[in-house]
């Protein structure tokens, strides 16, 4: 039965916390990225393929594994990559729409592909893995990473972690109060990634707009810190000795928000991405055109309003390397 691109990555959450598992501990330390572009997967797409049990860090679609010389083993089953493309909208005259500003109306409109891990195919020869964590000096690195973002300040006074919009200030217990320096820092970029929504930043409704506790926008927002947190934790290189909470109580609450918002997830991660690359110094315009590009390289399309109103065809996860291809995803 087809299924919403959405659903499907959800599900693979909720797989993982019903298994008594966080999703988002799980570290990177090998970066899953793609066999040709040697791009790393980055916000949603990162979690996805990070958390399978497989070997290789290496992806490629069905096409991909055929340029190199080998093939997708038959039967094999494939996970979903999604990625944005920029659609130019055109009235019904064929025109562009332009802003007023004077530069072309464009909204990002969500694609995917279907990947396969390199442990899937036959006939590939892999690649050298290269490693960019420097493990021997962790938290020289999560040192630094908070040094250099140079965000707000933070206050090491009372029992609680908490950054205050209002005042523009992190407060934390002190060092000493946590169970290990991967802990403190962990937490420590769990309140950055909330600074990271001040109005003078990225500027994100769970942080500038009045949120009550419990609510959809707080959930969604605690969402985006604990998933920038654990961005920021593999760049690091602690995310691997964090002790996570991993009590029945604290995956039933996720797992409630997930099944009553299956998007959730997703616009978590993109947003999360988007405040761990703000922290590091990540030009933006350099992460949006990650992010819109194609396991493949496909070039951005225009299209027009019909089309950009429409939903996004059903995806069926699971994509069999034997089945016969759509003619939407496969390929891609």
């Known amino acids: 039965m087809n299924r919403d691109i959405y659903q499907s990555i959800t599900e693979r959450f909720l797989e993982q916390l019903k298994k008594g598992s966080v999703p988002w501990q799980q570290p990177w330390t090998s970066c899953v990225q793609n066999i040709v572009s040697r791009k790393p997967y980055r916000g949603i ?6 958390m399978t049990d497989r070997t290789s860090p290496f992806w490629l679609t069905f096409k991909q594994a055929l340029d190199l010389g080998g093939h997708v083993k038959k039967g094999e089953k494939s996970l979903p990559v999604i990625y944005y493309k920029l659609l130019e909208k055109q009235d019904a005259a064929g025109r562009p729409v332009v802003r007023e500003d004077g530069r072309p109306d464009r909204i990002p409109f969500i694609r995917w592909a279907n990947v396969f891990n390199l442990d899937q195919t036959e006939g590939i020869e892999p690649p ?4 960019t964590q420097n493990a021997g000096q962790p938290f020289e690195k999560a040192a630094a990473i908070v040094e250099n973002a ?8 009372g029992f609680a972690a908490i950054y205050s919009p209002k ?9 000493s109060t946590f169970r290990s320096q991967e802990d403190y820092f962990h937490t420590l970029f769990h309140e950055m990634t909330h600074a990271t929504g001040h109005l003078s930043r990225l500027d994100r409704e769970g942080i500038t707009q009045p949120v009550k506790f419990g609510s959809e926008r707080y959930s969604k927002e605690e969402l985006i810190a604990e998933l920038g947190a654990a961005f920021l934790s593999n760049e690091a290189g602690i995310l691997n000795q964090v ?14 928000k997930l099944e009553n918002d299956p998007r959730m997830i997703v616009s ?3 947003q999360a991405q988007k405040s761990a690359d703000f922290v590091l110094g990540i030009e ?9 590009t194609s396991p ?14 429409a939903r996004i065809p059903a995806f069926t996860p699971g994509h069999r390397a034997d089945a016969k291809p759509r003619k939407q995803g496969i390929g891609l």
């Not at 797409?45 to 990070?50: I, S």
């Not at 050298?128 to 490693?131: C, G, H, L, N």
């Not at 005042?167 to 060092?175: H, K, N």
Request: glycine residues 2%; charged residues 20%.
């Open 268 to 270: 978590a991660a993109s």
């Open 243 to 256: 002790q996570f909470d991993n009590s029945a109580a604290y995956l039933a609450s996720w797992i409630e």
């Open 128 to 131: 050298e893995i290269a490693t």
């Open 150 to 157: 140079k965000l707000c300040p933070v206050h090491h006074a």
């Open 45 to 50: 797409n990162a979690f996805t393929l990070g």
């Open 296 to 309: 493949e390289e496909m070039p951005v399309g225009v299209v027009n309003k019909a089309v950009v109103r």
């Open 284 to 292: 933006q315009k350099e992460s949006l055109a990650e992010s819109l």
């Open 167 to 175: 005042d523009d200030v992190i407060r934390l217990p002190a060092p």
